[in-house]
Antibody, heavy 121, light 111 residues
């Protein structure tokens, strides 16, 4: 059974940093691209970042480019999101999502339950 | 990169069919056959319903179908059921960064 378990969310002050993690199991992690997708309270889905199977292709939404860094450790079956210079508008539920392909597409066939990030003073 | 355009809401009665549109540009929807659709019930994670424009994952009802014409993709749900009431999002690959763009979401109400 595929499982994606996010962790690392919490309450953080504006301008500070947070690192999210996603532990994957139930599939061959290094055969698939992975993504972070967020959803602000009461709002729609927003793609944040994606990384190909071998980290050779990485992409970011314009809203986080230069502040967030995605990475993966295939030996540990884990996906990460380093979030720096956090802003109030980054407040959201952050989902880890598995792609159906080696390279990034928008076909997310499995999702975690999300980890909540709240940016507030 | 702007979000894809979806109607804010659609509604239909049980047994009817509805279609949700998703309009992008020649840089995303129009350039790639990589459009997907997600269903999200309140408090739940999204669920993949359609990928590569018209393919259904295993376990998804054949009442759900997808299509594309030019820069617009569409999701059709036939034989509406009460459990179909949810938010629906389209998503397209967009090539170079940003790689992916979502639609704003459509709330489906089953009357």
């Amino acid at each position: 059974e595929v499982q994606l378990v996010e962790s690392g969310g919490g309450l953080v002050q504006p301008g500070r940093s947070l690192r999210l993690s996603c532990a994957a199991s139930g599939f061959t992690f290094d055969d698939y691209a992975m993504h972070w997708v967020r959803q602000a309270p009461g709002k729609g889905l927003e793609w944040v970042s994606g990384i190909s199977w071998n980290s050779g292709s990485i992409g970011y939404a314009d809203s986080v480019k230069g502040r967030f860094t995605i990475s993966r450790d295939n030996a540990k079956n884990s996906l990460y999101l380093q979030m720096n210079s956090l802003r109030a508008e980054d407040t959201a539920l952050y989902y880890c999502a598995k792609d159906k392909h080696l390279s990034t597409s928008c076909h997310f066939d499995y999702w975690g339950q999300g980890t909540l990030v709240t940016v507030s003073s | 990169q702007s979000a894809l355009t979806q109607p804010a809401s659609v509604s239909g009665s049980p047994g009817q069919s509805i279609t949700i549109s998703c309009t992008g540009t020649s840089s995303d929807v129009g350039s790639y056959n990589l459009v997907s659709w997600y269903q999200q019930h309140p408090g739940k994670a999204p669920k993949l319903m359609i990928y590569e424009g018209s393919k259904r994952p295993s376990g998804v009802s054949n009442r759900f179908s997808g299509s594309k014409s030019g820069n617009t993709a569409s999701l059709t749900i036939s034989g509406l059921q009460a459990e179909d009431e949810a938010d629906y999002y389209c998503c397209s690959y967009a090539g170079s960064s940003p790689h992916v763009v979502f639609g704003g979401g459509t709330k489906l109400t089953v009357l």
